[in-house]
């Protein structure tokens, strides 16, 4: 059911965040770092020429298209326009706006979400592979995902033919949540033929992409897309791929965010195994036979601690830093990427790892696959 776009949030700084991210050369790296300096959208756009200028990364040229008369309008019209066609409009301020994708080189700035899903499930999986899939690679889509079907689990795949596509349709089948990355608008198709398909998922799962309704899915949007597929799950699978399909550059983003690569070998002379059999030669893969290999590669079968007892706990620590209780207190109860971490503690890179490799050794926090830390059990 579509929930519109402008709760929970207040709709005029929401506003200001959609016009942020429509100025030209302000990426989701630099409108973070000016959401701290300024405390909020809003606050950047009612800055002085002089204000804004003054903060780092931004060029007079930023800066004066921040001070345009029009960028609100223009934000005020994506927002009523999209929401007029069921399509909400996430920003990275968002709860709803999938954490894991926050983490990733050149993280969108903008997502358009049809359906209902859950971006922030806890187990995200995606599941790509050749638009030329064989009933060998159809059946292992069907045995990996019956087997991890009584897990909290959401299926990413992209909606082309083949792979993509068997993912979508098993996952439905199974009751599972799915969601289509397109490389055009939400409103867009691509291929036509999957058009049933998309629908089925709209009541159990959804449409995203990093483009506004009508944006036609052009060739070189798809590499870009794939970046969204590895960066906003916890896993990537390759069930098949040749050495030139399109699932290794998924297979290469993922490995560049830190996530972990499954890869499902075949025959030796199998074409549409070959690129499986090089992610797997070249250490860029977990060789997969099974469901247990994801399971027991990402712990899922691990008895997640109650983080309470540790945070009650903390005055009673005193052998802790004040460092070590900053990075204690801001994972909480959650899971929490490195990088997170240290942009909210203020902690550089090179000495949050070593105060976490403390952390780690005292059994106050727990590592995950993808530098991801949660607080252990005391």
Sequence with gaps: MFRGNLMPMQAEEKIYQIALSQVRGVGYALSKKLMARFGSAQAIFQSTLQALTKAPGISKCIAQEIRSSDAFSKAAELLASHDKAHTRVITPWEAAYPERLKH??????????????????????????????????????ETLLSDLSTYPLLIVSGLAYGIDIHAHRTALELSLPTLA???????????????????????????????PLQTK??????????????????ATIVVEAAQKSGALITAKYAN???????????????????????????????????AADIVDAMHWDEKVPVAKNILDALDKLPELTEAERSAVQTIGKLEVHIDELSYQ??????????????????????????????????
């Design 256 to 290: 560049e965010y830190n996530r972990e690569v499954f890869a499902v070998s075949g025959g030796i002379y199998a074409p549409y195994s070959s690129g499986c059999h090089h992610l797997v030669k070249t250490h860029q893969a977990n060789l997969l036979t099974s």
């Design 217 to 234: 899915p052009e060739a070189h949007r798809f590499a870009a897309r794939n970046r969204i597929i590895a960066g906003i799950a916890d």
């Design 345 to 378: 503690t203020q902690i550089p890179l090179n000495q949050l790892s070593a105060i976490l490799l403390q952390l780690e050794l005292k059994k106050i926090v727990k590592f995950l696959p993808g530098n991801r830390f949660r607080l252990a059990a005391y």
């Design 104 to 141: 990733i080189y050149g993280a969108p700035t903008l997502l358009y979400l049809r359906g209902n899903v859950h971006l922030n499930t806890a187990k995200v999986i995606s599941i790509v592979g050749t638009r030329s899939a064989t009933t060998y690679g159809k059946r292992v889509v």
């Design 181 to 211: 990355v397109v490389a055009g608008g939400v409103d867009i198709i691509y291929p036509a033929a999957h058009k049933r398909t998309a629908e089925a998922m709209l009541a159990q799962g959804g449409l995203l992409s990093e483009h």
